[in-house]
C-alpha cells in the first residue's frame, strides 16, 4: 500500500426487505463472518469499515460508514431521515423470493428522493441457494437498469462477492472526487 495520499467518509445505507441478508452482508464485510441465526433489525444498526483504493497519486482512505436498515413492515417511518446525508445505498434482495425484488424500486425511489444524486447498488443475495433461486437473471438486470445501478450475485454465507461488491461501491464513491483511480 502507497501513501495515504486523500481521506473520505462517506455513509451508506443498506435497504431491502426483511430476511434478504442485509445485516449479513454487512457482518462479512466488516467482521468476516456469517451467523446462521436470523435477527431482525429493529431501527438501524451502524458498522464502520475502511476501504484502501489505489489511486495514480498513492492511496485513498474511504471510510464506509454502513448503516443497515430495517426492512418490511417492520421499516419505521423515520427511515427517509436515516437516508439523509448518504453517499449511496446497497439495495438488497433475496433470490429466493422473487416478492423481494419488486421492493427495489421502492426503496431506490425513497432513497433517491432524499439523496438524489447519490449512488445506487444492487445486491441479489443467497445465490448460494441454487436450487431455491427463483428470481431469474432477466428480472434482475432490468431492475438494475431501471436506476443505471451495477448489480452483484453475492452470498452472505459464503461471502461470493460481498468484499467486490463493497470495494465497486468504494471506487465509485472516489471516483467522483479523484478520476485517476487505478481500476
Same mark, same amino acid.
Given at each position: 500500500?502507497?501513501?495515504?495520499?486523500?481521506?473520505?467518509?462517506?455513509?451508506?445505507?443498506?435497504?431491502?426487505?426483511?430476511?434478504?441478508?442485509?445485516?449479513?452482508?454487512?457482518?462479512?464485510?466488516?467482521?468476516?463472518?456469517?451467523?446462521?441465526?436470523?435477527?431482525?433489525?429493529?431501527?438501524?444498526?451502524?458498522?464502520?469499515?475502511?476501504?484502501?483504493?489505489?489511486?495514480?497519486?498513492?492511496?485513498?482512505?474511504?471510510?464506509?460508514?454502513?448503516?443497515?436498515?430495517?426492512?418490511?413492515?417492520?421499516?419505521?417511518?423515520?427511515?427517509?431521515?436515516?437516508?439523509?446525508?448518504? @453517499? !449511496?445505498?446497497?439495495?438488497?434482495?433475496?433470490?429466493? *423470493?422473487?416478492?423481494?425484488?419488486?421492493? /427495489? $424500486?421502492?426503496? =431506490?425511489? +425513497?432513497?433517491?428522493?432524499?439523496?438524489?444524486?447519490?449512488?445506487?447498488?444492487? @445486491? !441479489?443475495?443467497?445465490?448460494?441457494?441454487?436450487?431455491? *433461486?427463483?428470481?431469474?437473471?432477466?428480472? /434482475? $438486470?432490468?431492475? =438494475?437498469? +431501471?436506476?443505471?445501478?451495477?448489480?452483484?450475485?453475492?452470498?452472505?454465507?459464503?461471502?461470493?462477492?460481498?468484499?467486490?461488491?463493497?470495494?465497486?461501491?468504494?471506487?465509485?464513491?472516489?471516483?467522483?472526487?479523484?478520476?485517476?483511480?487505478?481500476?
Amino acid at each position: 500500500m502507497g501513501s495515504i495520499t486523500r481521506s473520505l467518509a462517506r455513509k451508506v445505507c443498506l435497504l431491502g426487505d426483511f430476511a434478504v441478508g442485509k445485516t449479513s452482508l454487512v457482518r462479512h464485510f466488516v467482521e468476516g463472518r456469517f451467523d446462521e441465526r436470523y435477527l431482525s433489525t429493529i431501527g438501524v444498526k451502524v458498522d464502520r469499515k475502511v476501504l484502501y483504493i489505489p489511486a495514480s497519486s498513492g492511496t485513498l482512505q474511504l471510510t464506509l460508514m454502513l448503516w443497515d436498515l430495517a426492512g418490511g413492515p417492520e421499516r419505521s417511518s423515520m427511515a427517509p431521515s436515516y437516508y439523509r446525508g448518504a @453517499a !449511496a445505498a446497497i439495495i438488497a434482495c433475496d433470490l429466493t *423470493r422473487p416478492e423481494t425484488l419488486s421492493g /427495489l $424500486a421502492v426503496y =431506490a425511489q +425513497e432513497f433517491l428522493a432524499v439523496n438524489p444524486s447519490a449512488r445506487i447498488v444492487m @445486491a !441479489a443475495n443467497k445465490v448460494d441457494l441454487v436450487d431455491d *433461486r427463483r428470481v431469474s437473471d432477466d428480472d /434482475l $438486470a432490468t431492475a =438494475a437498469s +431501471e436506476h443505471d445501478a451495477p448489480l452483484f450475485l453475492t452470498s452472505a454465507k459464503t461471502g461470493e462477492r460481498v468484499d467486490a461488491m463493497f470495494q465497486h461501491l468504494g471506487v465509485l464513491l472516489i471516483s467522483e472526487h479523484s478520476p485517476q483511480i487505478i481500476p
